[in-house]
């Protein structure tokens, strides 16, 4: 009966740290084909996570969400991926899906509300675009609200690997 205990108790020691790391907000929301995905499974999965929340009416995201492409592209295999949140609804998948094929979005993208977006990093939401950039661990660390360059992504990745050093 100990031996049984005990290695439980060794098998549970082992998985603590997985554990620990997925620790990222447990929010489900569908991608655009309607498929249920859970937020956690982006972030917290051990790389930084740039959580871009954008709408298809949104000038300033037509504009310049390419940034998180090539973000995405130099950054996956490495140490940090994007998230894409669609703050269009349910209802206007279609509007959204446009959105992401006319873009050229190559990273996961899921639709949601506004209130959404609120709940996913604990901050008001003041609209599109804003990105929230989350540690390789799921916590919440900072937000920016307004167009996010590449280059701009990076620095404050930089500056919070940093503060998390202190």
Same mark, same amino acid.
């Given at each position: 009966? !100990? +031996?049984?205990? /005990?290695?439980? &108790?060794?098998?549970? @020691?082992?998985?603590?740290?997985? @554990? ?9 929301? #569908? *991608?655009? %084909?309607?498929? %249920? ?7 917290? #999965? ?12 949104? $000038? =300033? ?8 492409? !090539? ?11 994007? &998230?894409? &949140?669609?703050?269009?609804? =349910?209802?206007?998948? *279609? ?5 992401? %094929?006319? #873009? /050229?979005?190559?990273?996961?993208? @899921?639709?949601?509300? $506004?209130? *959404? ?16 950039? !989350? /540690? $390789? %661990? ?8 307004? $167009? ?6 990076? +620095? ?6 940093? #503060?998390?050093? &202190?």
């Amino acid at each position: 009966m !100990f +031996q049984r205990i /005990s290695r439980w &108790l060794v098998v549970a @020691l082992l998985a603590a740290p997985a @554990l620990v790391l997925a620790t990222g907000p447990d929010i489900k929301l #569908q *991608d655009v %084909e309607g498929k %249920e995905h859970n937020v956690n499974e982006y972030i917290g #999965q051990g790389k930084w996570t740039v959580v871009a929340v954008w709408s298809a009416d949104c $000038p =300033i995201c037509r504009r310049d969400i390419y940034h998180m492409t !090539f973000f995405y592209d130099e950054h996956r295999k490495k140490n940090a991926t994007v &998230l894409g &949140l669609s703050v269009d609804g =349910i209802g206007n998948r *279609d509007k959204a899906k446009g959105f992401i %094929e006319a #873009q /050229s979005l190559n990273f996961p993208n @899921l639709i949601g509300e $506004p209130e *959404d977006a609120s709940r996913l990093s604990g901050a008001m939401f003041i609209g599109t675009p804003t990105y929230y950039f !989350f /540690s $390789p %661990e799921g916590k919440f660390m900072t937000q920016r609200i307004g $167009p996010v360059t590449q280059q701009q992504a990076e +620095q404050i990745l930089l500056d919070l690997e940093k #503060q998390k050093k &202190l």
